[in-house]
């Protein structure tokens, strides 16, 4: 210590004997060294924490690295969703020089805030989750960390039906909740069950299958806007359990066949989508009464039956008769 001391006295001393011009020089020198020396670090610092390139430098990143420059997530600095301190990266950049590894390593992880700081944000330019259907019931009120579904696959963000299985194996394929109509078995869970739909539940709503099948091409049923009953699909529709709708119309209107020509013993007995077309309901053309009732084609032509021939129970009228119930007989 006394040596340096020593030392740094006469640095010291020689210096001050300099003139001033000599001084400004080594000042100057000294001030160029400093500010060069943190400008690299600096520099060093935002390459290493910032630059999504310095990950690229190890080989093994080259699959991750193709992945995510073709992903959603492109434009995001690896460092915004895989927090590492310096050490723990001084540590990873030291071992891949040493160990030389063939493979990339599990590392950096990825929390929950990290995803928050943009999807929760409120920022428009990401999407946002906090009010939508399927974060609610998994994020929120199951408390499912975001890396459960969006961290299984490497930078591929939007979760398969195999992620969603792990927590609903009964409707894998094969299972007894398997979807049971052949043309919806290979559609992802989520084309009926929207994540992203807000304020709504997540089970499928009128509005979501409407907006596949208002749009199949060559198909003979149809969605009136004035149909009288316009209630979720899934009050009859159940695919995970069967393929064909279970419509039971006396649930509803047991009293139907007893008031007007439903009481007619034919009218009765047959199938109420017989007449009544299933999603419009409301029968308003004489052609389904033709269908049976040929010989009547001449009969008022041009009329619809049902301005005659009531099916309903008129108000204030006496129990439907023998009279009417020969009519469809």
Partial sequence: MRWVSRKARGFGGRLSRLSVTKKAVLGSMAMIVL?????????????????????RQ????ETAWDKWSNSEHSKVNCHSCHEVSPIAGAE???????????????????????????????????????????????????????????????????PATDICYACHPDQVKGQQQE????????LHCQECHQFLRENSPLRPTRETCLSCHQKLPSQSVTFPDNAPMKWDCSECHKPHEAAKPTVDCNSCHAQVRTEGLHAASTHSRTACQTCHKPHEWKVTSRDKCLTCHGDKARHNQGQFCGGCHSFRK?????PTGAGQAQYGS
């Avoid at 190890?58 to 990143?61: A, S």
């Avoid at 979807?179 to 290979?186: F, L, N, T």
């Avoid at 008129?314 to 006496?318: C, L, Q």
Wanted: one cysteine or more.
């Fill in 35 to 55: 500010f060069s020396g943190s400008y690299g670090s600096f520099r060093m610092y935002s390459y290493s924490q910032d630059d999504p390139a310095f990950c």
């Fill in 179 to 186: 979807i049971k109509v052949p043309q919806m078995q290979e």
């Fill in 92 to 158: 990873l950049v030291i071992n891949y020089l040493i160990e030389k590894p063939d493979r990339n390593t599990n590392h950096a992880t990825v929390p929950d805030q990290a995803c928050k700081n943009c999807h929760y944000s409120g920022d428009p330019e990401w999407v946002q989750v906090a009010s939508t259907a399927g974060h609610k019931v998994h994020a929120q009120q199951n408390n499912i960390a975001c890396q459960t579904c969006h961290g299984m696959l490497l930078h591929r963000f939007k």
């Fill in 314 to 318: 008129p108000a204030g009228a006496a």
């Fill in 58 to 61: 190890c080989h093994t990143m």
